[in-house]
């Protein structure tokens, strides 16, 4: 199962989010420059603590690791996490088993440049057909950036080595307000949670 807890900029202060988090994310945000992407990280830790509290896990006893390529794994826990966040979304995804997650917000791009670049031959087509070029980018990013998460290879993973039609069957994609939200995984079943206030 895959638990995935979102939230809205804004909709809870610092000192909330800072009083919500465990040791291990107030000492993350304490060495931070504590500008806006340092609020939204340590939004997005809170959201994952919830998540791990409701597998059952107490955040502050777990010790964290981190791939070779960065990707943050709950040793000797059968729990996994990752999170994302745009200037109108945060979220998080816990799961039993590995997960990647991605939300990217529509907005201006140059995507026709940025597909030629970074996707298959067959994707850029798709995007430079679609009657929404932009939408269609932006859905086939998240569907990129969430897999590359879930592979806990990142970006080390040319975005160009494989099409996500191929992978389809272990994605999935929504649209919360102007963002869209992907997430990779055991999607069999799926419980969304919203956080923090309106």
Request: aromatic fraction near 12%; hydrophobic fraction near 30%; proline fraction near 3%.
């Amino acid at each position: 199962m895959i638990s995935i807890y979102y939230a809205y900029p804004g909709s809870l202060s610092i000192r909330e989010l800072y009083e919500r988090a465990d040791t291990h994310s107030r000492r993350i945000f304490d060495d931070s420059a504590k500008g806006a992407p340092d609020y939204c990280s340590l939004f997005c830790r809170v959201l994952s603590d919830i998540g791990i509290a409701e597998y059952g896990a107490d955040p502050e006893m777990l010790e964290i690791y981190k791939n070779e390529h960065g990707k943050e794994y709950v040793a000797d826990r059968q729990i996994f996490y990752n999170v994302s966040h745009t200037k109108e979304l945060l979220c998080s995804a816990v799961s039993d088993s590995d997960v990647g997650i991605d939300c990217e917000t529509v907005s201006d791009r140059d995507y026709e440049a940025l597909s030629a670049r970074f996707f298959t031959e067959r994707e850029h087509k798709e995007i430079t057909e679609s009657r929404d070029p932009l939408d269609t980018f932006i859905k086939i990013w998240t569907k990129k950036e969430s897999y590359v998460k879930y592979t806990g290879a990142g970006l080390s993973t040319p975005l160009d080595s494989f099409d996500v039609a191929d992978i389809e069957d272990i994605q999935t994609t929504c649209k919360i307000g102007n963002t869209y939200l992907t997430v990779t995984g055991d999607i069999s079943h799926i419980r969304f949670t919203k956080e923090g206030k309106q």
